[in-house]
């Protein structure tokens, strides 16, 4: 199995239903704007923020039925197909099929978006998801940067905001006690 060290198109143009009939990739690939494109494999920072800030989102979220995080889960909405590193919605919205379980396919916009940026990955690819992701009806999105140790924030239609340091990051309001400066963020890096 081919492991993606850089971001790579598989092909050059392809309709979303077929698209839809693919294999499955590792690591996953994505359906933007008629092209497919896979995404990195994580390394160790990336890999920590997204376990540790799942963790944090899920103790919160699932006992008291608020929320949950989902790693890597594909979604499929508006034409395009993507892969969030994590991909949060509140427990009202989460996809369920007859049984009560979550469905399989996801076909609707999360309430909340989150990447990390590795060093490889082009920050204007992320920063169009998460802007298609805002526009088709997400609430917020994250974009972190573990190199520079900053997050952009989007929300609603206001422009993206840079946070750093001691700066509080907005959460969905069903999360009133999920507080996070970006410092706290960062230092769950820390072993």
């Known amino acids: ?5 850089q971001p790579q198109t598989l092909v050059d143009s392809i309709s979303l239903a077929e698209f839809l009939t693919l294999p499955e990739t590792k690591p996953a690939s994505e ?5 497919v494109y896979q995404k990195l494999m994580p390394q160790g920072k990336h890999s920590t923020l997204q376990g540790r800030l799942m ?13 949950y995080a989902f790693p890597k889960l594909r979604c499929t909405f508006a034409g395009r197909v993507i892969v969030p590193d994590l991909t949060i919605f509140e427990w009202k919205n989460i996809p369920l099929d007859q049984n009560g ?15 990390i940026l590795s060093p ?14 805002i526009k088709n009806g997400a609430k917020l999105g994250w974009l972190i940067d573990p190199i520079d ?18 700066d509080n990051l907005p959460t969905l309001k069903v999360f009133p ?11 769950l890096l820390t072993f």
Request: zero cysteines.
């Open 31 to 35: 359906y933007i704007n008629g092209k």
């Open 101 to 115: 379980e979550v469905q399989n396919r996801i076909e609707i916009p999360p309430d909340w978006i989150i990447e």
């Open 1 to 5: 199995m081919a492991i993606a060290t």
């Open 55 to 67: 963790y944090l989102i899920n103790t919160r979220g699932e006992s008291n039925r608020l929320g």
């Open 177 to 187: 006690d999920l507080l996070i400066s970006v410092r706290d963020l960062f230092n």
């Open 120 to 133: 490889e990955q082009s920050s204007i690819r992320l920063i169009e998801k998460i802007s298609f992701a």
């Open 149 to 166: 140790r900053k997050v952009l924030v989007f929300e609603g239609d206001h422009l993206p905001e840079l946070k750093e340091d001691d």
